[in-house]
């Protein structure tokens, strides 16, 4: 299955610290994407990495995708509370997304 | 853009009822996607469409669920007649076809078959 399975699947920091969410899959693909879900909403798209790219930035985010592996990371710097919610990597190979279970992040205060 | 607009927020009805979710998707964008969401099975693709056109289907869990595109800026979803093991989130999602395929998710409905 072309599914990526995020780890780990809870994880609880505190304010300040690093976050750090891997996300593994099976097959090629075009690109792979994160996503946020705060609890009770629609999933909001965080960023983009192409098969070609090895890393991306966006803000406090950063990306890193190793095709070889078929693994990709996301690490959030200096995570705040409201960066709470759940994180899903999903790979693109056609124009449909496959996404993971998800991580649930926490960030006590 | 108001985004991708879904009703009704939350819908509650009983075992053997009809139920109908809509969508509008973003003005402008040509792929739309129905997902649903729970705790045991996550986040599954049920049908998406391109340019009002049915592409891939197989996520429809069986015939009691159908989805219809009449026109770019309106779909549904129905189950008919629901089940209880229907209950779930069902998001509606469009993107811009022709890559990178970046998606935007509406609010999501949530279903209680009692």
């Known amino acids: 299955s072309q599914q990526g399975e995020e780890d780990p699947q809870a994880l609880s920091i505190q304010e300040g610290e690093n976050a750090t969410m891997n996300c593994s899959y099976k097959?090629?693909?075009?690109?792979l994407q994160w996503y946020r879900q705060n609890s009770g909403r629609g999933l909001v798209h965080l960023i983009l990495i192409r098969s070609n790219e090895r890393e991306k930035h966006s803000g406090r985010l950063r990306v890193t995708l190793d095709t070889s592996k078929k693994s990709s990371s996301l690490l959030i710097t200096a995570s705040r509370a409201a960066d709470t919610a759940s994180y899903f990597c999903a790979t693109v190979g056609s124009e449909k997304l496959v996404f993971g279970k998800g991580t649930k992040l926490t960030v006590n205060p | 853009d108001a985004g991708v607009i879904q009703s009704p927020r939350h819908e509650v009805t009983e075992m053997g009822q009809e139920v109908t979710l809509r969508c509008k998707p973003i003005?402008?964008?040509?792929?739309l996607f129905w997902y649903r969401q729970t705790m045991m099975r996550g986040l599954e693709l049920l049908i998406y469409?391109?340019?009002?056109?049915?592409?891939?289907d197989s996520g429809m869990p069986e015939d009691r669920f159908s989805a219809k595109m009449p026109n770019a800026s309106f779909s549904t979803l129905k189950i008919q007649p629901s089940e209880p093991r229907d209950s779930a989130v069902y998001f509606c999602?469009?993107?811009?076809?022709?890559?990178?395929?970046?998606?935007?998710f509406g609010p999501g409905t949530r279903l209680t078959v009692t």
């Open positions: 097959t090629s693909i075009n690109n």
């Open positions: 469409f391109n340019n009002n056109v049915p592409i891939d």
């Open positions: 999602a469009s993107s811009s076809s022709g890559g990178p395929y970046e998606q935007y």
């Open positions: 003005s402008g964008h040509n792929s």
